[in-house]
């Protein structure tokens, strides 16, 4: 019998009564998968992502497990729709205690999106980064964001002016880089939260490779046939084992007040050197709003 992803986690004894999640890219993998589990627990559930069917259906389940939900659509290469998404949020809950920065893809196609930013990058990184920025002022005073990176972040780094470029275009760099704009995301995010004395916290985390989410395919078909294979394989990830990755950061007691950090599955990992620039991260985070055309969020002194 599989164990479901709260159990995985070593939270399934945790009353979620009066906690409300956002789950971004919930509608299907792993953020479905931990968006009923945090439902299963009590949470009231934002679900988000592009699919009204499989959103309706997510909610039903929800609702079912007494779970109050509703389902947000946004495409998140639309700067408007992410401004609607948090919009919705602010005014359907009182605050928000989690927010699972989960929604993104790989995509084979290279494409400028209208704000003339790398598809990927936009996706992967700008989005959550503005959701995160409209969410500061509605986050509940003990918060916690988590943000799915991985660890296709290793073995790159980030030219901040190659992001308005599609020139000899990879998908997987593309994905790569925006993966490393994660982690720096969230540590950028974790310091400057530190730096106000607040108590929200901020991790990242690497959910393990997993054939049955949904990922593989956008891999080139080699790739995608092989993972495939995959599911075969003990050891191989589960959606499961991924979702259990994303609660436990979400509500583990064994967790709180940790922040700044990179997860691999449920264990902290030192993410790449890169990642860890102090300054890398600073660049990052105010050329990110340049590109969305905003005031920097928590501006440092």
Same mark, same amino acid.
């Given at each position: 019998m599989t164990h479901p992803p709260e159990k995985r986690a070593g939270v399934e004894e945790t009353d979620l009564t009066g906690t409300t999640a956002l789950? &971004?890219?919930? &509608? @299907?993998?792993?953020? /479905?998968?931990?968006?009923l589990a945090l439902g299963r627990l009590g949470a009231d559930v934002v679900v988000h992502? =592009?699919?009204?069917? *499989?959103?309706?259906? +997510? %909610?039903?389940? +929800? &609702? *079912? $497990?007494?779970s109050d939900a509703r389902f947000v659509r946004a495409d998140f290469s639309d700067v408007g729709a992410v401004r609607g998404l948090a919009d919705e949020v602010r005014a359907e809950t009182d605050e928000l205690d989690?927010?699972?920065?989960?929604?993104?893809?790989?995509? /084979?196609?290279? /494409?400028? #999106?209208?704000?003339?930013?790398?598809? #990927?990058?936009?996706?992967?990184h700008l989005s959550p980064y503005l959701l995160t920025a409209e969410l500061l002022d509605h986050?509940?005073?003990?918060? !916690?964001?988590?943000?799915?990176? @991985?660890? *296709?972040?290793?073995?790159? &780094?980030?030219? +901040?002016?190659? %992001? *308005?470029?599609i020139e000899d275009y990879s998908g997987w760099t593309a994905y790569q880089r925006s993966k490393l704009a994660n982690v720096q995301f969230a540590f950028e995010l974790a310091k400057r939260l530190s730096d106000r004395d607040s108590?929200? #916290? $901020?991790?990242?985390?690497?959910?393990g490779a997993i054939p049955g989410s949904g990922f593989t395919r956008f891999l080139p078909t080699p790739l995608s046939q092989?993972?495939? +294979?995959?599911?075969? %394989?003990?050891?191989?990830t589960s959606v499961t084992d991924g979702a259990a990755a994303l609660v436990y950061l979400a509500i583990s007691d064994r967790v709180d007040g940790v922040s700044g !950090?990179?997860? @691999?599955?449920? =264990?902290?990992? #030192?993410?790449s050197q890169a990642a860890r620039y102090p300054e890398a991260q600073r660049r990052l985070w105010q050329r990110s709003a340049e590109l969305l055309g905003i005031d920097e969020p928590l501006t440092v002194d």
């Open positions: 789950v &971004t890219g919930s &509608t @299907s993998g792993i953020g /479905r998968g931990a968006a992502g =592009r699919d009204d069917a *499989a959103g309706a259906e +997510l %909610v039903d389940e +929800l &609702t *079912a $497990s007494g989690l927010l699972v920065n989960n929604a993104g893809g790989f995509f /084979r196609e290279a /494409r400028l #999106t209208g704000l003339g930013v790398e598809y #990927t990058f936009h996706v992967n986050l509940a005073p003990e918060a !916690r964001v988590v943000t799915t990176a @991985s660890d *296709a972040h290793r073995g790159v &780094t980030l030219d +901040l002016d190659s %992001v *308005a470029s108590k929200v #916290t $901020s991790n990242a985390l690497h959910p092989g993972a495939k +294979l995959l599911n075969a %394989v003990p050891g191989v !950090r990179y997860f @691999s599955k449920q =264990r902290p990992a #030192t993410p």
